[in-house]
């Protein structure tokens, strides 16, 4: 109700009552989309889920829906989100249901304002990212307002204040900060007389972020020895209230080549996270790609150093970054290359991510009739190196500058390598393969803080064959094969898809851990699922086994814990 | 809109100078034994095998320094960091307490600690960065209760005998209830670490686990001590007694002996008294 309330007040603000009339109403359009997820957890004694485990909570759900109504330069939405309670593997904090996101938009001629939440990046992210990821059950909408100019053409200044969605949680003084942010982006071949018209297109862009939160107190105690006399004193942090972030940003196209740079440098920002130290921190992300017709060729690097920018100084969780790392790595989609995923180490890493897609092309010898298309990936990422700031105080110690890091050394530690090749080819009209071998090299002491096991090496095979029976009918058969020593062990994966277009979707699949070495958890992770889709609208249902493991999208992760039992899915969009 | 708010934003840095730890000079002498100050219980989930916890107990014990006397720790071992696994992580520490507590608030991570069972920022099982937060919102309140508590040990039988007095020092309508739990201290044994700045990596194999909760003598929720409300003034008393089990040093526990609102679960005083 007082969402309602609060919504209605923000459009008398900029449509006086009298001057709502019929037509506003006649010429709106209405237009949403919704998503159930639910499951019915059973016990499972093999993976240790009890009754007592599972606490009651046999069933769960996540949903949403949304729903915006726009007339002509006017927007308003809202979010509707249930979880009741969460799917297993979701914050336990988001349990319950309500608006959470909502507002209302105008845009005149030069000027668009936003009151309410929305979602906004500055370039790529590297000091601000607001965004939505609803199978990460990560939500760190703005709530607040934003403006968005262009004075002349080319130039656009956008400018924002707000606080970030933090569960059900409402803004309180302490309980997170404010976000301030300005941004100005130049297009230069609008601007500049002798850009236009030319092959050439530059974008340059600057942006400025500031967090302000309430400082609370934050004390240590800390032993003197004098004479064998031990005597503890306690020292407060100084804790800086205001902490900005600024970034500079220049994209040049020319025909198929284009080249993104972007450096972000953030002030002292001591909290739980980086325990505590006064280092600034440091981004710098380059990007370069060529693309024409049959091949595309990219070539990326980053430098992160303490990066790790929220709202409220004290969380450690996947909640509250005001900013965004992109991670540098494929993401991959068959489901033994999800075993091993990568995910963003803000405190500091440096990688590269090369990736060539070619297509051979058709009628050739080695293309074929259909052409034969071949992607070829790598990346490699690795910690940063530190040293230390003085001889007398350790790296990351608490209550200091915490190291020196030389911008262009690499560290020692490797965290994650992937290379991969992925060979698509069409035989004929019925027969389709994809082939993929990947070799991954995966940290699992850092990425996941199993403190002193060994790193994964890890070969895999993927084999995904379709066969047309007819135009509506295919069979779709999947062979994966996941090999290491370390960890689990090795995996078999198969999977048989019956389709019929464009509505019956049939799968069943099953991942086996045939050499864990312990031999109790060498277990089948069955599943079979029913899929049925109409129009804009998806029904799917399924029973299975689902193995533990980590659910990352862009460099951001979940846990997903091994569960069994029934799910359900059911979306549309109108 | 725009201009301002770039202009807003120009001094909103704040840059900090070296040293950024300012001293506050030595923690207080505490309050004087007869002193009916505000005692909280912080009563930390952790495992053997969580790699983070030795961190979170190195804050714990950083804040009994700070907050001495008025601040008693308690070490849950519960959850799946805390299951028996292959050596030399064999040892069980669980209690029926202890994994009765974790169920009932839901804890999920660790380490995570409660501040006398009492929400803050809408949670109950909190991490270690609010932890002091949590503190400094009660530890300065008035006391709601003073609770005296002596003890008797007899080492032949191994037989603990505890006196406890309540004291309600405001008007409640709410029932009380009373904890007595057992704590060792100094047991040696292997505990997972990933912070070089605490201990050795990956692990501690001389690792001194303290303040852990070895039993609940009437269980994790206790026994009624008032009931129908209280009046200030008003004085309940009881009495204990338990048999120390033959693997726990004596000399390194004590007990802990608390009062909470039987309906909202928030302790509301607290004791601690070593056994020897």
Same mark, same amino acid.
């Given at each position: 109700m007082k969402k309602i309330i609060i919504i209605g007040l923000l459009l008398g603000m900029i449509f006086p009552l009298r001057g709502i009339s019929q037509s506003f109403l006649e010429n709106g359009q209405v237009h949403g989309n919704f998503q159930i997820d639910g499951a019915y957890y059973g016990e499972d004694s093999k993976l240790g889920i009890t009754d007592s485990s599972l606490n009651g909570k046999y069933f769960r759900m996540n949903a949403f829906g949304n729903i915006a109504y726009t007339n002509g330069n006017f927007e308003a939405g809202l979010r509707f989100e249930a979880y009741l309670p969460p799917l297993a593997g979701f914050d336990p904090a988001y349990e319950g249901a309500g608006i959470p996101y909502y507002y209302v938009k105008y845009k005149w001629d030069k000027l668009e304002l936003t009151a309410g939440n929305f979602y906004e990046q500055f370039g790529n992210g590297l000091i601000l990212r607001a965004y939505e990821e609803w199978q990460l059950g990560y939500d760190n909408s703005i709530r607040g307002f934003r403006a968005k100019f262009q004075p002349v053409t080319g130039l656009t200044l956008t400018g924002l204040i707000g606080t970030q969605r933090y569960y059900w949680e409402p803004y309180q003084e302490g309980n997170r900060g404010i976000v301030r942010g300005f941004d100005a982006d130049l297009y230069l071949n609008d601007l500049l007389p002798f850009l236009k018209g030319s092959k050439t297109q530059i974008t340059l862009g600057g942006s400025f972020v500031s967090k302000y939160e309430k400082a609370s107190k934050k004390t240590i105690s800390r032993d003197s020895i004098q004479d064998t006399v031990v005597t503890k004193y306690i020292f407060s942090y100084k804790i800086p209230e205001n902490v900005a972030a600024y970034a500079g940003r220049m994209n040049l196209t020319h025909g198929g080549f284009n080249l993104t740079a972007e450096y972000a440098y953030k002030i002292n920002d001591p909290s739980e996270f980086n325990d505590y130290i006064y280092k600034e921190g440091q981004a710098l992300f380059l990007s370069m790609s060529y693309a024409t017709k049959g091949l595309g060729i990219s070539l990326s690097g980053k430098r992160t150093d303490n990066m790790s920018f929220k709202s409220k100084r004290a969380e450690i969780g996947n909640v509250l970054d005001i900013n965004y790392l992109p991670p540098l790595t494929k993401q991959h989609t068959y489901s033994l290359a999800t075993i091993y995923p990568y995910a963003t180490q803000p405190l500091g890493e440096m990688g590269i991510q090369g990736q060539i897609m070619y297509t051979i092309p058709k009628k050739s010898a080695l293309g074929g009739k259909y052409g034969t298309q071949i992607e070829l990936n790598y990346s490699n990422i690795r910690s940063i190196k530190k040293e230390q700031v003085s001889a007398d105080i350790p790296i990351d110690s608490t209550g200091t500058k915490g190291y020196k890091s030389p911008f262009f050394t690499l560290g020692d530690e490797r965290y994650y390598e992937d290379f991969d090749i992925v060979i698509t080819k069409k035989f004929s009209s019925k027969w389709k393969a994809i082939v993929?071998?990947?070799?991954?090299?995966?940290?699992?002491?850092?990425?996941?803080?199993?403190?002193?096991d060994p790193k994964v090496h890890a070969n895999i095979g993927i084999l995904d064959i379709t066969y047309k029976i007819t135009p509506t009918k295919s069979l779709r058969m999947e062979a994966q094969g996941l090999f290491t020593d370390q960890d689990r062990g090795s995996w078999a994966m198969g999977l048989l898809e019956f389709n019929i277009a464009p509505k019956w979707f049939f799968t069943v699949m099953d991942e086996y851990n045939y050499s864990?070495?312990?031999?109790?958890?060498?277990?089948h992770y069955y599943s079979g699922n029913i899929a049925y889709v109409e129009g804009a609208t998806r029904i799917s249902i399924g029973y299975g086994r689902q193995r533990e493991g980590l659910l990352c999208v862009g460099g951001v992760c979940r846990q997903v814990p091994a569960a069994n039992g029934f799910n359900i899915t059911i979306s549309s969009q109108f | 809109m725009i201009v301002l708010l770039a202009f807003t934003l120009i001094p909103s840095c704040d840059v900090e100078d070296d040293p950024y730890l300012v001293p506050e000079g030595k923690p207080g002498p505490g309050p004087d034994p007869t002193e009916k100050v505000r005692k909280l219980l912080l009563e930390e989930f952790t495992g053997h095998t969580c790699v983070n916890c030795p961190e979170g107990a190195m804050l714990a014990h950083d804040l009994k320094n700070q907050y001495g006397e008025q601040l008693i720790l308690m070490s849950i071992h519960a959850g799946a960091f805390a299951e028996p696994s292959t050596a030399p992580y064999t040892a069980d520490y669980r209690t029926q307490a202890g994994n009765d507590l974790n169920a009932y608030y839901n804890v999920l991570f660790y380490p995570s600690a409660m501040i006398n069972r009492t929400k803050y920022n809408s949670q109950y099982a909190l991490f270690t960065g609010v932890w002091q937060d949590a503190i400094e919102a009660?530890?300065?309140?008035?006391?709601?209760?003073h609770i005296d508590l002596s003890l008797e040990y007899e080492a032949i039988t191994r037989t603990l005998t505890g006196n406890v007095s309540v004291e309600f &020092?405001? @008007?409640?309508?709410?029932?009380?209830?009373?904890c007595f739990y057992l704590l060792e201290s100094g047991i040696i044994s292997a505990q997972k670490n990933d912070n070089s700045s605490v201990g050795t990596v990956p692990e501690i194999l001389d690792y001194e686990h303290n303040h852990? &909760?070895? @039993?609940?003598?009437?269980?994790?929720?206790?026994?009624?001590?008032?009931?129908?409300?209280?009046?200030?003034?008003q004085v309940e008393t009881t009495t204990f007694t338990m048999t120390l089990h033959d693997g726990w040093n004596q000399e390194n526990c004590a007990i802990v002996a608390f009062v909470y609102n039987a309906t909202t679960k928030e302790v509301v005083q607290a004791e601690e008294k070593e056994v020897m």
């Amino acid at each position: 109700m007082k969402k309602i309330i609060i919504i209605g007040l923000l459009l008398g603000m900029i449509f006086p009552l009298r001057g709502i009339s019929q037509s506003f109403l006649e010429n709106g359009q209405v237009h949403g989309n919704f998503q159930i997820d639910g499951a019915y957890y059973g016990e499972d004694s093999k993976l240790g889920i009890t009754d007592s485990s599972l606490n009651g909570k046999y069933f769960r759900m996540n949903a949403f829906g949304n729903i915006a109504y726009t007339n002509g330069n006017f927007e308003a939405g809202l979010r509707f989100e249930a979880y009741l309670p969460p799917l297993a593997g979701f914050d336990p904090a988001y349990e319950g249901a309500g608006i959470p996101y909502y507002y209302v938009k105008y845009k005149w001629d030069k000027l668009e304002l936003t009151a309410g939440n929305f979602y906004e990046q500055f370039g790529n992210g590297l000091i601000l990212r607001a965004y939505e990821e609803w199978q990460l059950g990560y939500d760190n909408s703005i709530r607040g307002f934003r403006a968005k100019f262009q004075p002349v053409t080319g130039l656009t200044l956008t400018g924002l204040i707000g606080t970030q969605r933090y569960y059900w949680e409402p803004y309180q003084e302490g309980n997170r900060g404010i976000v301030r942010g300005f941004d100005a982006d130049l297009y230069l071949n609008d601007l500049l007389p002798f850009l236009k018209g030319s092959k050439t297109q530059i974008t340059l862009g600057g942006s400025f972020v500031s967090k302000y939160e309430k400082a609370s107190k934050k004390t240590i105690s800390r032993d003197s020895i004098q004479d064998t006399v031990v005597t503890k004193y306690i020292f407060s942090y100084k804790i800086p209230e205001n902490v900005a972030a600024y970034a500079g940003r220049m994209n040049l196209t020319h025909g198929g080549f284009n080249l993104t740079a972007e450096y972000a440098y953030k002030i002292n920002d001591p909290s739980e996270f980086n325990d505590y130290i006064y280092k600034e921190g440091q981004a710098l992300f380059l990007s370069m790609s060529y693309a024409t017709k049959g091949l595309g060729i990219s070539l990326s690097g980053k430098r992160t150093d303490n990066m790790s920018f929220k709202s409220k100084r004290a969380e450690i969780g996947n909640v509250l970054d005001i900013n965004y790392l992109p991670p540098l790595t494929k993401q991959h989609t068959y489901s033994l290359a999800t075993i091993y995923p990568y995910a963003t180490q803000p405190l500091g890493e440096m990688g590269i991510q090369g990736q060539i897609m070619y297509t051979i092309p058709k009628k050739s010898a080695l293309g074929g009739k259909y052409g034969t298309q071949i992607e070829l990936n790598y990346s490699n990422i690795r910690s940063i190196k530190k040293e230390q700031v003085s001889a007398d105080i350790p790296i990351d110690s608490t209550g200091t500058k915490g190291y020196k890091s030389p911008f262009f050394t690499l560290g020692d530690e490797r965290y994650y390598e992937d290379f991969d090749i992925v060979i698509t080819k069409k035989f004929s009209s019925k027969w389709k393969a994809i082939v993929s071998y990947i070799n991954q090299l995966y940290n699992i002491a850092v990425v996941e803080g199993h403190a002193g096991d060994p790193k994964v090496h890890a070969n895999i095979g993927i084999l995904d064959i379709t066969y047309k029976i007819t135009p509506t009918k295919s069979l779709r058969m999947e062979a994966q094969g996941l090999f290491t020593d370390q960890d689990r062990g090795s995996w078999a994966m198969g999977l048989l898809e019956f389709n019929i277009a464009p509505k019956w979707f049939f799968t069943v699949m099953d991942e086996y851990n045939y050499s864990n070495p312990d031999e109790e958890m060498q277990l089948h992770y069955y599943s079979g699922n029913i899929a049925y889709v109409e129009g804009a609208t998806r029904i799917s249902i399924g029973y299975g086994r689902q193995r533990e493991g980590l659910l990352c999208v862009g460099g951001v992760c979940r846990q997903v814990p091994a569960a069994n039992g029934f799910n359900i899915t059911i979306s549309s969009q109108f | 809109m725009i201009v301002l708010l770039a202009f807003t934003l120009i001094p909103s840095c704040d840059v900090e100078d070296d040293p950024y730890l300012v001293p506050e000079g030595k923690p207080g002498p505490g309050p004087d034994p007869t002193e009916k100050v505000r005692k909280l219980l912080l009563e930390e989930f952790t495992g053997h095998t969580c790699v983070n916890c030795p961190e979170g107990a190195m804050l714990a014990h950083d804040l009994k320094n700070q907050y001495g006397e008025q601040l008693i720790l308690m070490s849950i071992h519960a959850g799946a960091f805390a299951e028996p696994s292959t050596a030399p992580y064999t040892a069980d520490y669980r209690t029926q307490a202890g994994n009765d507590l974790n169920a009932y608030y839901n804890v999920l991570f660790y380490p995570s600690a409660m501040i006398n069972r009492t929400k803050y920022n809408s949670q109950y099982a909190l991490f270690t960065g609010v932890w002091q937060d949590a503190i400094e919102a009660l530890i300065n309140l008035p006391p709601d209760a003073h609770i005296d508590l002596s003890l008797e040990y007899e080492a032949i039988t191994r037989t603990l005998t505890g006196n406890v007095s309540v004291e309600f &020092l405001n @008007d409640f309508t709410c029932d009380f209830n009373i904890c007595f739990y057992l704590l060792e201290s100094g047991i040696i044994s292997a505990q997972k670490n990933d912070n070089s700045s605490v201990g050795t990596v990956p692990e501690i194999l001389d690792y001194e686990h303290n303040h852990m &909760l070895r @039993d609940a003598y009437n269980g994790a929720w206790g026994t009624e001590i008032a009931a129908g409300g209280v009046s200030a003034g008003q004085v309940e008393t009881t009495t204990f007694t338990m048999t120390l089990h033959d693997g726990w040093n004596q000399e390194n526990c004590a007990i802990v002996a608390f009062v909470y609102n039987a309906t909202t679960k928030e302790v509301v005083q607290a004791e601690e008294k070593e056994v020897m």
